[in-house]
Structures are given as structure tokens and as C-alpha cells.
């Protein structure tokens, strides 16, 4: 398995995409904030000058969201999951390439199991996700650091902020093994892409459209929304910024569960097919 | 002599499709066995069913004498259909990745592989730069790494051009008489494959028909494809 994860560390490393979407990613985070400033300054502006802003009908709210911003009260906002479309990228190529190139058959054919030949793809898939996530909330929260100071952060803040943060890590690690597996099915690089992007935008809307047609065709009221138990209704529900417990139970559900069954799926599907 | 290779009642089903039937060979430490057939004759899913690629339907096979295959498929390199090589890394890199894998660390294994395939020159090179020929010798630089006691090798002239051809042709007789190491070769191009393997296996429809050394076929005075041509002739009569 060493052998395996040294090896796809090096692939990785020779990726081109991996770097470029990094950059994308920073310059986006950095750019987020400075627009986010320029609007502030635009709203301030447009305030002074007599001209009513107002958000939920209220003008104060208009004001707090356009300025009076820091660091801190940013936080909660660069965990959205900006990076998961880049990782939906990088993790294409990085699975279906293999494929594609025909490269698999020289690591299938020498002895290793089909076990750990996914493992060590679904390992750095991970690894890909969680960095794409740190580097955006990075660029994000630091450059608004810059720009406003990190307004109020005590410990309860850098608390809640760990909580946040590991739950997103562990949403970006569901989603890595959902793009893995279905790479991993698709075995090619462009339909693996197109797929990944369509799963992760139209889920939530198909799921919603789903309990619709079962509560109108069965005149039933479902307890729950359906559409609240994607990944990417969990990622937005961290950005409201309170760790509260049945948010934090229903995002471990959310995510534990994705991972083990995509997991499970996309090893059995790719210890049974043959590689041709 | 020993057996490197030997497979028993190999068959594979696609659906309904019998792809390989009932296949039992024996392939012995040095030779060059050259697997004979027409287009979807079943040679290449043998191969992968050989190398694990794909798995057999029933059937058994056996490696280096022993049914312990994870260990024996450590011993063998592959080059299955075309070239299969990162086309973005050099040469370089691509033995790069194969050793990492192999846990190899000694970074000679690398230069005496390039240039054992005659590729030291371009090993600054980027693959999807290379010609089909330099391709192919780049995914048996690959399949080199590890030191294998045996190649399995489908298809490989396939696309070349004469020269290419001649330089595959000579590369695997140097690995098989300089290195020792047997190989498994399958070809529809019947007059470079006389010139290289020692035993030949013809099949059809997934079946092994037939089985002969290529001192039986000079003995008969015949020519590999006229005999081929005759075996296909009874087969289909």
C-alpha cells in the first residue's frame, strides 16, 4: 500500500491541473474579499449620499452584511464549498486518466489488489478535497484578516471555528469518495467531469422534485425535506456559523453516510469489472 | 524445465458469449510462445485473465508452478494492446512512477532500462512526443522495471512501421536470450511472429487447437502462415 501512495503522490505532483486550480482558488478567495469591500464601500457610499438600502427591510442588516466585516464574522462564509468544484476537476483526471491513458493495467498487473488500488486513489481524492478547502478558507479569512482585523476571536471563537472546519473537512472527504466512485465507473476523464458537476448541482434540486411528486402522487407530507440530506445543503447549512446540535448531528449522518456507501459501491463495482 | 505459465479448463463468458473455452497450456521458463489467431480470436482476454486483468469465468491457472497469483504476478510485465504510458511525463518520469511503485529506489534501474529499449537519448522526452514505435518500447521499458522472469506481451508490432518492427523484434530477443526472461507473445502479423517464438499456439474461437514448436514446423517444411492458413481450413471444414 506504501508503494501504491508513493507512486499516486508522484502523479499528483506531475498534474498540471492540481496547481492551476490552486491558483484559481486563491485568486478567487482573495478576490471574494476585496469585492466583498468594494460593495461595502459602494453601500456607504450610496447611504451617505441619501439613498435607502435595505436587507430583509431592514437598512441596518443592508449595512452589516456590506460592512462592518471581519475575519471572524467572515469565517463560517469560505466553508460554502468554493473548492468542491475544482476537486470535481482534479479528481477526474486523477481517477479516470488512469483509464483512459490505459495506465491501470500496469498497476492491476502486478500483483496488487484491486483494494488497495482504490484506497490509494480514494486517499489522495481525499487529500485533494481537504486541500482545496483549507486553501480557499485560508485565502478568504486572510486576506479579510488584512483588510478589517480579526474582529472578535477569542477561544470560543477559534472553538467553534475547529468544529466548523472539521465538519466541512469531513463533507469535502464524502464528496471525494462520491467523484471517486463514480470516476471510477465512468472511466473517462471528460464524462467523469460532466457527471461529478451534474450530481453535485442538480441533486438537490431532483431530490426536492422527487418529494414533491411522492407527497402529491401518495397525498402525503414527508417529516423531512429530502434535499437537506445532500452534501451540499450540510455545506451550506456550516456557513451560518452556529455549531448547533442537530445541524452537527444531521452533517456527521450526511457525511459518514455518503462516504462509507460510495465507498462501498465504488470498491465492489471495481473489484468485480474487468479492466480492459 | 520449469513451468512459468500453466492454465486449466480457462474459460471466460461475456453473457452468452464463450470469449475463451476450456483453454489448458503450458508455457516453459525461456520460451518465446507466440499466441496465433485471427481478430477476436480470444488471445487478448487470455492475456488479461493471465496478468488479472480480467477474471476468469471457471477455470484455474497457475504461476511460477504455484496458485499464489498476487505473488507471481510480481514477477511478470505486461504490455497489453497499445502503449500505455502517462503522455504528459518524460520517459524518465514514467519509469519514475513504475518504480516508486515497485518500491525500487536505486535510480540506475532506470538508466539501464532506457537504454536496454534504446531510449536514453529521448529521456528528457514527453511521451505524447514519441512515435507509435518509441511508445511501445517506452511500455516495455515499463513492464521491464521489477526485473520480470516474464513478459506477456499482446499485440505489440501492432501499427509499426518496418523499422519499428525489426526494432521490437530484436529488443525481445535480446530480453529473452541476454535476460533469460520468457515471453508470452500474441500477434495476427504471422511473419514477424515465425521469426521470434519458439512454440506456437493457434486459437480460434476461443479454443487452443493446436500446439507445435517452431522445430515441428520447420521439420514439416511449411511456412507459419500457409499452416496457419490449413489449420483454419480444417477448423472451419
Not at chain 1, 55 to 75: D, P, V, W, Y
Not at chain 1, 238 to 249: P, R, S
Not at chain 2, 35 to 49: C, D, E, P, V, Y
Not at chain 2, 142 to 170: M, Y
Request: net charge neutral; with cysteine.
Amino acid at each position: 500500500m506504501n508503494r501504491l501512495l508513493k507512486s499516486d503522490l508522484y502523479k499528483l505532483s506531475k498534474m498540471k491541473s492540481i496547481f492551476i486550480c490552486a491558483l484559481i482558488l486563491i485568486v478567487m478567495g482573495i478576490g471574494l474579499i476585496f469585492l466583498l469591500d468594494f460593495s461595502g464601500t459602494m453601500v456607504q457610499t450610496a447611504v451617505d449620499n441619501g439613498v435607502s438600502i435595505e436587507l430583509n427591510g431592514s437598512e441596518e442588516q443592508a449595512l452589516q452584511i456590506f460592512t462592518n466585516q471581519t475575519a471572524a464574522s467572515l469565517f463560517p462564509s469560505s466553508l460554502g464549498g468554493d473548492g468542491v468544484l475544482f476537486s470535481i476537476i482534479v479528481i477526474s483526471i486523477f481517477v479516470a486518466c488512469e483509464f483512459g491513458f490505459g495506465t491501470i493495467k500496469n498497476i492491476a498487473s502486478r500483483g496488487f489488489s484491486r483494494t488497495k488500488i482504490y484506497l490509494s486513489k480514494l486517499i489522495f481524492s481525499c487529500g485533494v478535497a481537504v486541500f482545496f478547502s483549507l486553501l480557499f478558507c485560508a485565502a478568504y479569512t486572510l486576506t479579510a484578516a488584512g483588510l478589517w482585523g480579526w474582529g472578535d476571536a477569542g477561544p470560543e471563537f477559534w472553538k467553534n471555528a475547529a468544529g466548523l472546519l472539521g465538519l466541512n473537512l469531513l463533507l469535502n472527504c464524502a464528496y471525494a469518495s462520491l467523484f471517486t466512485m463514480i470516476s471510477s465507473l465512468i472511466r473517462q476523464t471528460g464524462g467523469a467531469i460532466a457527471i461529478n458537476f451534474c450530481v453535485m448541482s442538480f441533486a438537490p434540486m431532483l431530490l426536492e422534485l422527487l418529494q414533491m411528486a411522492i407527497e402529491k402522487l401518495f397525498h402525503v407530507t414527508m417529516a423531512f425535506q429530502l434535499s437537506s440530506y445532500t452534501l451540499s445543503a450540510n455545506m451550506n447549512a456550516l456557513t451560518e456559523g452556529a455549531l448547533q446540535n442537530d445541524i452537527v448531528l444531521r452533517v456527521l449522518f450526511v457525511g459518514i453516510g455518503f462516504f462509507v456507501v460510495t465507498t462501498i459501491i465504488g470498491l465492489y463495482v471495481f473489484r468485480k469489472r474487468d479492466i480492459k | 524445465m520449469e513451468s512459468v505459465l500453466k492454465t486449466h479448463g480457462l474459460t471466460k463468458l461475456y453473457g452468452g458469449h464463450q470469449a475463451v473455452s476450456n483453454v489448458s497450456m503450458n508455457v516453459q521458463q525461456g520460451d518465446i510462445y507466440g499466441f496465433i489467431g485471427r481478430n477476436g480470436a480470444g488471445k487478448t482476454t487470455l492475456i488479461r485473465m493471465v496478468v488479472g486483468l480480467a477474471a476468469p469465468s471457471t477455470g484455474s491457472l497457475e504461476l511460477f508452478g504455484s496458485t499464489n497469483l498476487s505473488e507471481g504476478r510480481k514477477r511478470i510485465g505486461t504490455v497489453i494492446e497499445s502503449p500505455a504510458v502517462y503522455p504528459h511525463m518524460t520517459a524518465r518520469q514514467n519509469l519514475e512512477v513504475q518504480c516508486r511503485m515497485m518500491g525500487i529506489q536505486d535510480k540506475r534501474v532506470i538508466n539501464d532500462t532506457l537504454i536496454t529499449v534504446g531510449l536514453d537519448p529521448q529521456d528528457k522526452k514527453k511521451a505524447k512526443n514519441f512515435s507509435l514505435g518509441m511508445k511501445q518500447r517506452l511500455a516495455i521499458a515499463i513492464a521491464l522495471i521489477g526485473s520480470p522472469e516474464f513478459l506477456c506481451l499482446d499485440e505489440p508490432i501492432n501499427g509499426l512501421d518496418p523499422t519499428g518492427i525489426i526494432e521490437i523484434r530484436e529488443l525481445i530477443q535480446r530480453l529473452n536470450q541476454d535476460h533469460g526472461i520468457t515471453v508470452l507473445i500474441s500477434s495476427h502479423i504471422l511473419g514477424e511472429l515465425s521469426k521470434l517464438a519458439t512454440r506456437f499456439g493457434v486459437i480460434e474461437n476461443g479454443v487452443l487447437i493446436q500446439e507445435f514448436t517452431s522445430e515441428e514446423l520447420w521439420n514439416k517444411g511449411e511456412d507459419l502462415e500457409k499452416y496457419f492458413v490449413s489449420i483454419m481450413k480444417g477448423v472451419q471444414a
